[in-house]
C-alpha cells in the first residue's frame, strides 16, 4: 500500500528532469519519455517542475538557467536526419555529428549527444525516411555532417525551444493524507513540448513548437480538500469530551464531566507532535460542568466557561481559567448583560476576548441573531445585536469565530450537497451577507464529531468515535 506521494508520467518525446520542490527541490530525477517518475513523499505540498533535458548541466540548482541552447539541438537533428533517420534511431549518426564538429556540437560529448537521441524514435514515427527533408521554420534545412545553420533557422529554433516550451511547473499540488485515509499516490501526466508532424504528401517533416504542461488537477474550492487527517493520543472521546484550538493550533480538550480529577480537566495536544503528545493534563479549579456550559479559548490561551443557566446571578456567566495559572485560578467570574440560555444558543470567544452569543431559533427577527458581549464592558453590556443573513437554525448547525471575526456557521446534516456545509457570515457586512457558501470535503456529520476554526480559518473537524485508527481522530480542512 503506497504513501502519499506522486507519480509522474513522462508523455512527451523528451527527456525531463522533474522535481517536487517546498523551499528548494527534495526529490527530483531525469526521466525519459514513456517513463514514470514515482516518489512516496508524505502527506504535504509541492511545487511540481519540469524541464526538457538535453545538455547534461544541473538544471536543479537553477531553474532561470533551464532553456538548452537551440542551436545545439538543432545541429544534432540535422546531423541525425542528414545521416538518415534509421542512423539516428540507432545513435551513431549523433556521436558522428559530434566527432564532425558541426556547428554548435563541438564539445558535446558522444554521451550527452545519445542522450539528446531519445527523441529518435519519434523522428521515424513522425514519417521520416532516410531521404526526408527537415522543415524548422517553413524552410528545409540540410546540406549534410557539417552544415551550418542558417540565421534564420537559428531563430526558428529559439522560438520553437523558448522557455515556456522546455520548463513547466505548477505549484500546490498535494500529496494526499497518509494511510488509512489514502491509498493511492496523486497521478499526474506531463505532455507537449516541442514536435514533429509529417507534411502531408510530402517526404518532409516540421519541427514545431509546443508548451509543456503538467495536467494537475483542478485546485479544490475552499474546504474542499483535507491538508491533515490523523489520529492523535486521545482514546475514542464521547459527549463529556470539547474541544478548542489555540493559536498554535493546539488542540484544547476540555473533559467536562467523569474525570479522575472530580474536576472539569484541561488536555492540551500539540500541534508539534502531530497530536501525538499531551503538552498539560490536568483537573481545573472549575467543578464537572455538563450540556448547560460552552467553552472558548483567547489567544492567550485562557479557556472561557459559559454557564448557560441554572446560575446564582440569574444571568449567563463567564468563567475565565487563568492559562498563566495552570488553569488552578480563574481571571474573571462574571454575571453578564444576557438573561440565562439553553440549547438554543451557542457561544464563541473573539480574539479581543468578546463573547459571541449566537441564537440560533426563537427568534424575533426569524433569523440566526448575533449578540456581541463587549470584554471592554466586563461584559455588561452588548457591543452588537443584530439579525444576520442565516435564516434560523437548529442542533444540526455548529458556530465558530474568526480572528476577523467572520461567524462560521456549520450544517452539518440534512445539507442539498451530502457533505457538511460551510456558511460563513462577514464581519465586514454586518453578518448580512455571506463571505462563502460552500460544501466542504467532509460529509455529513453527527454528534460524534466536532467543529472548530483555526487562526488561518483552516477547519478542524475532530472525528471523537467510529475512526480507522480506534483514537479520536483530527481531520484539517484548507
Given at each position: 500500500m503506497l504513501t502519499p506521494g506522486f507519480s509522474i508520467k513522462n508523455e512527451t518525446i523528451w527527456p525531463l528532469q522533474i522535481s517536487l520542490s517546498q523551499v528548494g527541490p527534495l526529490y527530483f530525477d531525469v526521466i525519459q519519455p514513456g517513463q514514470t517518475f514515482t516518489r512516496d513523499t508524505g502527506a504535504v505540498w509541492f511545487t511540481?517542475?519540469?524541464?526538457?533535458?538535453?545538455?547534461?548541466?544541473?538544471?536543479?540548482?537553477?531553474?532561470?538557467?533551464?532553456?538548452?541552447?537551440?542551436?545545439?539541438?538543432?545541429?544534432?537533428i540535422i546531423a541525425a536526419v542528414t545521416a538518415g533517420a534509421a542512423a539516428y534511431a540507432g545513435g551513431p549518426a549523433l556521436a558522428a555529428a559530434g566527432?564532425?564538429?558541426?556547428?554548435?556540437?563541438?564539445?558535446?560529448?558522444?554521451?550527452?549527444?545519445?542522450?539528446?537521441?531519445?527523441?529518435?524514435?519519434?523522428?521515424?514515427?513522425?514519417?521520416?525516411?532516410?531521404?526526408?527533408?527537415?522543415?524548422?521554420?517553413?524552410?528545409?534545412?540540410g546540406g549534410g555532417i557539417g552544415a551550418a545553420l542558417s540565421a534564420s533557422t537559428q531563430a526558428a529554433l529559439k522560438e520553437i525551444f523558448k522557455k515556456e516550451n522546455i520548463s513547466v511547473s505548477s505549484a500546490g499540488c498535494y500529496a494526499g493524507p497518509p494511510w488509512p485515509f489514502r491509498r493511492e499516490v496523486t497521478p499526474l501526466r506531463i505532455t507537449g513540448g516541442p514536435s514533429y508532424r509529417q507534411i502531408p504528401g510530402k517526404d518532409q517533416v516540421e519541427l514545431i513548437g509546443g508548451a509543456l504542461s503538467i495536467d494537475t488537477p483542478t485546485p479544490p474550492a475552499a474546504y474542499g480538500t483535507f491538508v491533515q487527517q490523523i489520529g492523535t493520543a486521545l482514546p475514542p472521546s464521547?459527549?463529556?469530551?470539547?474541544?478548542?484550538?489555540?493559536?498554535?493550533?493546539?488542540?484544547?480538550?476540555?473533559?467536562?464531566?467523569?474525570?479522575?480529577?472530580?474536576?472539569?480537566?484541561?488536555?492540551?495536544?500539540?500541534?508539534?507532535?502531530?497530536?501525538?503528545?499531551?503538552?498539560?493534563?490536568?483537573?481545573?479549579?472549575?467543578?464537572?460542568?455538563?450540556?448547560?456550559?460552552?467553552?472558548?479559548?483567547?489567544?492567550?490561551?485562557?479557556?472561557?466557561?459559559?454557564?448557560?443557566?441554572?446560575?446564582?446571578?440569574?444571568?449567563?456567566?463567564?468563567?475565565?481559567?487563568?492559562?498563566?495559572?495552570?488553569?488552578?485560578?480563574?481571571?474573571?467570574?462574571?454575571?453578564?448583560?444576557?438573561?440565562?440560555?439553553?440549547?438554543?444558543?451557542?457561544?464563541?470567544?473573539?480574539?479581543?476576548?468578546?463573547?459571541?452569543a449566537i441564537k440560533k431559533s426563537g427568534t424575533g427577527s426569524n433569523t440566526t441573531e448575533l449578540h456581541i458581549l463587549a470584554a471592554s464592558n466586563d461584559y455588561q453590556a452588548f457591543v452588537v445585536q443584530t439579525k444576520t443573513a442565516l435564516h434560523m437554525t437548529d442542533d444540526k448547525w455548529a458556530?465558530?469565530?474568526?480572528?476577523?471575526r467572520d461567524v462560521f456557521a456549520f450544517m452539518k446534516n440534512g445539507t442539498a450537497s451530502g457533505t457538511t456545509e460551510l456558511h460563513i457570515l462577514a464581519a465586514s457586512a454586518g453578518y448580512q451577507a455571506f463571505a462563502i457558501q460552500t460544501k466542504t470535503a467532509l460529509h455529513e456529520i453527527d454528534q460524534t464529531w466536532a467543529l472548530c476554526v483555526a487562526a488561518n480559518r483552516d477547519v478542524f473537524a475532530i472525528r471523537k468515535s467510529g475512526g480507522a485508527s480506534n483514537s479520536t481522530e483530527i481531520h484539517v480542512m484548507r
Open positions: 511540481v517542475r519540469a524541464a526538457i533535458f538535453l545538455d547534461e548541466k544541473d538544471r536543479i540548482t537553477d531553474w532561470d538557467a533551464v532553456m538548452p541552447v537551440a542551436i545545439i539541438v538543432g545541429s544534432v566527432a564532425a564538429g558541426v556547428s554548435g556540437v563541438t564539445g558535446l560529448s558522444s554521451a550527452s549527444a545519445l542522450a539528446t537521441a531519445t527523441a529518435a524514435s519519434a523522428l521515424v514515427g513522425a514519417g521520416f525516411s532516410a531521404s526526408a527533408a527537415l522543415v524548422i521554420g517553413g524552410a528545409i534545412v464521547d459527549a463529556n469530551y470539547r474541544f478548542l484550538v489555540a493559536a498554535n493550533r493546539d488542540l484544547f480538550v476540555i473533559k467536562t464531566g467523569s474525570t479522575g480529577s472530580g474536576k472539569t480537566e484541561i488536555h492540551i495536544l500539540t500541534a508539534t507532535s502531530g497530536y501525538k503528545t499531551f503538552s498539560m493534563q490536568t483537573g481545573t479549579a472549575l467543578h464537572p460542568t455538563d450540556q448547560n456550559w460552552d467553552f472558548g479559548i483567547a489567544p492567550n490561551r485562557d479557556v472561557f466557561a459559559i454557564n448557560k443557566n441554572s446560575t446564582g446571578s440569574g444571568t449567563t456567566e463567564i468563567h475565565i481559567l487563568s492559562a498563566a495559572h495552570n488553569y488552578q485560578n480563574f481571571v474573571k467570574q462574571t454575571k453578564t448583560a444576557l438573561p440565562p440560555s439553553d440549547g438554543t444558543w451557542a457561544f464563541a470567544v473573539a480574539d479581543n476576548r468578546d463573547v459571541f458556530f465558530s469565530v474568526a480572528p476577523n
